[in-house]
């Protein structure tokens, strides 16, 4: 995780380099300091950032890099553009100690495995090698730390969409988050932000929360046939607005806001500011740093795209591009609501941008990250789900290379409804270094979760919630982990914590309902679920959940009716049945418990296996029908195990 010492701002501006004595004969930096021989200096490249202190990120995630490859890392960068062979190699790193001839290619080996994609560095045949990457090179504070910056959405006047404020700010986010390690910020997460901004937070308050440096805020207004974006930055230790901007653009052409807001960002990011780590009291202050790398509009490999670039792309190619673009915010929008008719509608304008545009690769990822939401929610069948996600990534040219944050979306299918357990491992592996974003994060978690690996997704979790802290899901999920692991009073202490955060949220109520009536607090479990149920009566497992309280309340007529009222459902649409087998054991008849289970398994419910590990299933542990459901994991986890032992 990233140091952040707190206190007060320090004094980030450096106004000369110190020029420091390295190795006589290699012309080296001094071990610790930054590339080049100066101090203070953290280096950037290809998606990655080597501090002054030998600390390797990628993104805000740690690369733990062993001393052998930091010290060869050193010396390449330290070299860029030049040769360097297999003696200095050997020579800096062991120095008189004597190692095998073949010690270097194996340094060399991990190192690249750990800075995964390794094409910074070239192998010239039999003489040695090459960085060939661009390098960036920024000033940390004397502390060593990190501005935090916080992006609220924006807020919008009269008759503007109201899914554009959110959406240019967080496209904003994501264009910041994929040049962090080149301005020397660490964005903070999206969730955590929009969530307190919804509670009515202001933005020093925000910043305090969330222990960051600055706010960016601001307002969207319409006129005649112009937006106007007034982005202003707010400095949380003291509240004082350090500076403001005004943008202007075509109301057809929304993208360019966002390109602007990101150049304009980007140009005051690279100065440095008296009273504030690394940032600038003027644009005028703002230094040309050499080694920039490519906007990023240019980045097309996992997260690392801005979707300002489909809005690029309208501008060059005409108005079906432009148009798509702007289909493509909408659909953005609504599908992150998580109601059923938004997300029915934001699935609609996905389509549609994609039939538009089809190289819009943005909306692909967005298109498989609802539909796996959509069928952990109920809202989509787990069979449209599947065919639209494999549909997606089949159409991507050189997937899963410019698309790879659709890869774990891709592997939740090839696991829950392929029943292709290799394949979903090597769509997680492939994906493993993106680093945290909430639909990413969420398939890794009921990943692991569904695989009964409880640890694993506990430990997940808490690592997306050092990053992402005000996140409702992410506080609920835990919870419900940390019940199904058997950890029920813990379990019970993080849902509390959630609930007095975000009492409205539904995952959140859904799990505190389960939860709760697990833990004996029957009262309170019904209240919820009835609350939920009544919210959103489109929410299948709110009624489930609510008819499961009252049968284990005695309430059997009325858990019988919301019974019959699901059955229904299920008759005009598809219905998310893996909540339902607990309401008949309740009720006492396990042979109804055990045929809802056995259909949900045929429809590949994605709650399926993690029900079969739900304490209110207990009783049904001992039927033969559930021992073989029960064995269909580790049947597979065996399968995978020697698939990819032969593999190998």
């Not at 660490?186 to 969530?195: E, I």
């Not at 497992?541 to 005695?554: E, I, K, N, R």
């Not at 309430?555 to 008759?571: C, H, P």
């Not at 309740?586 to 109804?592: C, I, S, T």
């Amino acid at each position: 995780m990233l140091t952040r010492t707190r206190g007060k701002v320090l004094v980030a501006r450096m106004e000369t380099l110190l020029n420091l004595r390295g190795n006589s004969e290699s012309g080296l930096p001094v071990a610790g300091l930054g590339c080049r021989g100066e101090e203070n200096v953290a280096c950037s490249f290809g998606g990655l950032r080597l501090d002054a202190d030998g600390t390797l990120w990628r993104g805000e995630a740690m690369v733990h890099l062993p001393p052998k490859e930091l010290t060869a890392l050193r010396l390449l960068m330290a070299s860029a553009g030049q040769l360097v062979s297999h003696v200095r190699l050997k020579l800096e790193i062991w120095g008189n100690v004597h190692v095998t001839d073949d010690s270097v290619l194996k340094c060399m080996s991990s190192l690249r495995a750990h800075l995964e994609p390794d094409n910074c560095i070239q192998t010239v045949y039999k003489r040695g090698y090459r960085f060939s990457a661009e390098i960036g090179r920024h000033k940390a504070g004397l502390d060593g730390t990190l501005l935090r910056l916080a992006i609220m959405p924006f807020a919008t006047g009269y008759l503007v969409p109201e899914h554009l404020g959110p959406v240019i700010a967080e496209e904003t986010i994501v264009g910041l988050a994929c040049a962090a390690s080149q301005l020397a910020i660490a964005v903070l997460a999206r969730d955590s932000v929009f969530n307190l901004t919804q509670r009515g937070y202001t933005a020093q308050q925000i910043g305090r929360e969330l222990k960051a440096d600055l706010v960016l805020t601001g307002t969207l207004q319409a006129f005649c046939s112009y937006y106007r974006l007034r982005a202003e930055m707010i400095r949380v230790e003291d509240g004082v607005q350090i500076w403001v901007e005004d943008m202007l653009a075509p109301r057809s052409r929304t993208g360019s806001l966002e390109r602007e807001l990101l150049l304009r960002l980007t140009y005051r990011l690279t100065g440095a500011l008296p009273g504030s780590r690394g940032f600038a009291s003027r644009a005028s202050d703002a230094p040309v740093r050499e080694g920039r790398s490519a906007p990023p509009e240019q980045n097309q490999t996992g997260l690392e795209f801005s979707v300002a670039a489909a809005g690029a792309d309208g501008d060059k190619h005409g108005s079906r591009q432009s148009e798509a673009y702007e289909v493509f915010l909408r659909g953005h929008h609504e599908w992150q609501t998580l109601h059923r008719h938004q997300m029915q509608e934001g699935l609609q304008h996905l389509l549609r941008a994609i039939e538009l545009d089809p190289s819009l690769i943005p909306a692909k990822v967005d298109l498989a990250h609802l539909c796996v939401t959509g069928a952990y929610y109920g809202f989509i069948s787990p069979s449209v789900s599947a065919n639209l996600v494999h549909r997606a990534a089949e159409s991507i040219a050189g997937f899963p290379y410019r698309a790879e944050a659709l890869l774990p979306a891709l592997g939740w299918v090839n696991f829950h409804f392929d029943r292709n357990l290799p394949a979903a491992l090597r769509a997680f592996s492939s994906s493993a270094q993106l680093s945290h974003d909430p639909w990413v994060t969420r398939a890794r978690t009921m990943f692991a979760l569904s695989r009964h690996r409880f640890a694993e997704a506990i430990a997940l979790l808490r690592a997306a919630i050092e990053l992402d802290p005000c996140s409702p899901w992410l506080l609920g999920r835990l919870a419900w982990a940390l019940h199904l692991s058997g950890q029920t009073s813990e379990g019970g202490e993080m849902i509390r914590k959630a609930l007095s955060l975000f009492p409205e949220h539904e995952f959140t109520n859904l799990y505190a309902a389960l939860i709760f009536a697990g833990n004996g607090e029957a009262e309170r479990a019904a209240q919820l679920a009835r609350d939920l149920a009544q919210r959103q009566p489109s929410f299948d497992p709110a009624t489930s959940v609510h008819a499961y309280v009252l049968a284990c309340a005695g309430r059997t007529n009325e858990a019988r009716s919301m019974l019959e009222s699901l059955q229904w459902r299920g008759r005009e649409r598809f219905l998310l049945g893996s909540f339902i087998p607990a309401i008949h054991v309740a009720l006492g008849d396990q042979d109804a418990a055990i045929a809802e289970l056995r259909v949900a398994e045929e429809a590949r419910c994605p709650w399926f296996f993690q029900m079969l590990a739900d304490p209110r299933l207990k009783p049904l542990h001992g039927h033969p029908e559930f021992k073989r459901m029960q064995a269909i994991l580790p049947a597979m986890e065996a399968e995978a195990a020697q698939k990819m032992e032969m593999e190998a």
